[in-house]
């Protein structure tokens, strides 16, 4: 399901770096030996004979990063983004891993198109990437895609991101038939006549700037129904890009009643509010919607506790033409590869609201697990997925570090800490600052 091009191996020693492997329940400083990019030992004063060595002394050494929801903008917009930028801004990011969503031009709903990414992944992906599917056809909620068709030319799952799936019937006929292929159904959810044309989240905000509002209950209501249909088929789900209050405690009693449920939330709903939406800056724009204090601090909570599983960027690109317009003209979306790690260390952990070592599950193990993916591990034996951070490192974001062909990030400006020093995807290093 993950596709990227074939390069050599790693053989390199990472001595001295302090470990920590969150799931495994790995924190200590040791030297770390990769072999043909397998991890070949852990301990001290490791034999580096024939390796290359890289000092981590005053680093963390971490599994590398896994992010399930990202556009790529291919086919269609490469002059936004294309498999080869995406993939290399993924590897600036520390991630080893990426899923890319199906909302292209044309949409990835037949098994030719997403026949022709694979192959181009295999030709210019960085690091490995899959490909979501759409659930129905143009995604336009009418008509199911071929799903074990798509699965079988190796669709990683299944989404209309961008659009919900309207129809509770066709989201029913929908979990039945991914049950088949064994591929999660990921949700946006959205209640069309709800939202309207929302530009911000409905509230105080939203009523002071004139702008039309877009509900939280136009997305808790469709996670209440699509929690519903997967507790009636007992069958699995995720949502993607939580904003709402009332999304994370439907979610939370789901859970609690067995509902097999995972879902994401990003990082510039993790530290920002609609009060942000003040600057009329159009890159704080994004469906869902920056949302009030009391649901950022909702989704915070439901990152410590384990209801939300998974960090994803939702990096969407977009030309800057597209967005150096006034902001109710400009499209929804920001990018988000290369900055999510210091974006959440910066807001989150530095200020004692959430440990380190919940950011580093939730960006590596959590979102693996939510899609059936091999968790990246520091562990004898596991394929090499690594990052390497200085949490030391403060610098300022600026667009000329982007490997992104797009700069539409709500960080531009910013002072920010926590840098990747070192990303190992696959056993191939792919990035080193």
């Known amino acids: ?211 039309t509002g877009y509900p939280s209950v136009a997305e808790s209501l469709m996670v209440e129904r699509d929690l519903a249909l997967a507790a009636y088929e007992r069958q699995p789900l995720h949502l993607l890009h939580l904003s709402a209050w009332e999304s994370v405690q439907a979610l939370r009693r789901a859970r609690a009643d067995g509902v097999a449920a995972t879902a994401e939330v990003t990082p510039h709903h993790l530290c920002l509010t609609d009060e942000a939406v003040r600057s009329l800056d159009p890159n704080v724009k994004m469906n869902p919607p920056l949302r009030a204090a009391s649901d950022r601090t909702a989704l915070v909570e439901g990152l410590k506790d384990g209801t939300i599983t998974a960090v994803a960027t939702d990096h969407a690109p977009h030309a800057r033409h597209e967005k150096d317009v006034p902001f109710e003209a400009a499209p929804f979306g920001v990018t988000g590869l290369e900055t999510a790690f210091a974006a959440l260390y910066t807001h989150l952990v530095e200020p004692g609201a959430v440990p380190l070592e919940t950011i580093l599950e939730r960006m590596s193990a959590g979102p693996a697990r939510a899609y059936g993916l091999d968790e990246p591990r520091i562990a004898v034996g596991s394929p090499a997925n690594l990052v390497l951070l200085d949490l030391k490192a403060s610098y300022r974001i600026g667009e000329e570090s982007f490997r992104s062909r797009s700069v539409n990030s709500w960080l531009l400006g910013q002072t920010v800490k926590g840098g990747v020093r070192m990303t190992i995807a696959a056993g191939r290093m792919v990035f080193a600052a």
Not at 3 to 28: C, Q, T
Not at 106 to 132: K, N, Q, W
Not at 177 to 194: D, K, S
Request: with cysteine; net charge negative.
């Open 1 to 211: 399901m993950l596709f990227a091009k074939s390069a050599p191996k790693e053989n390199l020693v990472v001595r001295g770096a302090r470990v920590i492997d969150p799931a495994a329940g790995v924190d200590a400083v040791l030297d770390v030996r990769v072999d043909d990019g397998v991890i070949a030992a852990l301990g001290t004063e490791l034999d580096t004979n024939a390796h290359r060595v890289l000092e981590g002394h005053g680093l963390v050494l971490a599994p590398a990063f896994v992010d399930p929801h990202v556009h790529l903008r291919t086919p269609g917009r490469e002059d936004e983004e294309t498999i080869a930028s995406g993939t290399a801004a993924a590897a600036a990011g520390g991630y080893c891993a990426i899923l890319a969503m199906p909302n292209t031009k044309p949409i990835v709903d037949s098994a030719a198109t997403l026949g022709a990414l694979i192959e181009t992944a295999r030709a210019e992906a960085e690091v490995p990437v899959g490909f979501l599917a759409a659930i129905t056809k143009e995604q336009g909620g009418t008509e199911l895609t071929e799903m074990a068709e798509l699965a079988d030319t190796g669709a990683a799952g299944f989404s209309d991101d961008g659009v919900p799936v309207a129809s509770a019937g066709l989201m029913r006929r929908a979990l039945q038939y991914g049950a088949v292929t064994g591929r999660r159904i990921a949700l946006h959810c959205e209640e069309a006549t709800l939202s309207r044309e929302g530009q911000m989240h409905e509230g105080a905000v939203s009523a002071e700037l004139g702008f």
